[in-house]
Each structure stands twice: as C-alpha cells, then as structure tokens.
C-alpha cells in the first residue's frame, strides 16, 4: 500500500511540476534541462534538443544500450534521429512518466533538484 501511495505521490508532483514548467513565462533555463531529462530518460537518448517555438524535439535514440555509457564520452553508439512534433508539451512530457522503480527513483532526484521536496525512496 506504501508503494502505490508513494508512487502516485511522485508521479503527481512531476506532473505538477511539469504543469508548472511548461508555460511559456516559465520556460527558463532549469526547466529546459528538467525538459529534456525528461525525454532523455523516456526514449533512451543520447542527445535532446527542444524547439518551443516550432514544437519540435529532436533527439539521437540509442539502439543498443550496451554500447551506450552516460558516464563516458562515446565516440561508436549505434543512434536513429529522430523529429517529432508535438502540439502540448505538458501532456506530451506528462505521457512520457514511466511508473517502474528506476524512473521513480530518477524522478525522486528530479524533484529535488527543481523544487523544495525530497520525497523519500525508501519504500521503494
């Protein structure tokens, strides 16, 4: 029961915080990183880049993720580019919120970063 309530817990405060960050006064450079972490995590990419004024995500998605090393620079990762367009970018940032352990724990940190919350783990 602990799991699902904190769970829901994260997941409403990156919602909101996404909600927060994706008007257009708001959009400063923070929450662009907050943006693109986002999307880094959801779709696996090496490389994110946000047009808001032409709703546009670019973005190199790693095919093969024993190649890829956050921690390193890579100069051999097998990447597809990749354009999409998107008419929302909160509902777009919100749909890319997984709810399986390690998202929740990346989300856990993001939260910390961004705002005053340090939501626990340790139910997890």
């Known amino acids: 029961m602990g799991n699902s309530r ?3 817990r ?13 008007t257009r006064e708001n959009i400063t450079s923070r929450f662009k990183e907050l943006h693109r972490s986002i999307l880094r995590k959801h779709y696996n ?3 994110v880049e946000i047009d808001y004024h032409h709703h546009r995500i670019k973005m190199d998605v790693v095919l093969n993720d024993q190649e890829y090393d956050p921690k390193t620079i890579n100069m051999v990762v097998s990447t597809m580019p990749v354009n999409l367009f998107y008419k929302d970018l909160c ?10 352990v390690k998202s929740l ?5 993001l939260l910390k970063q961004h705002t005053d919350k340090d939501i626990s783990m340790m139910a997890l």
């Open 45 to 47: 990419a090496a490389d």
């Open 105 to 109: 724990a990346f989300y856990a940190t």
């Open 6 to 8: 904190l769970t829901t």
């Open 10 to 22: 994260i997941l409403m405060e990156m919602e909101n915080l996404i909600t927060k960050s994706s």
């Open 91 to 100: 509902g777009f940032l919100k749909s890319c919120l997984s709810k399986d």
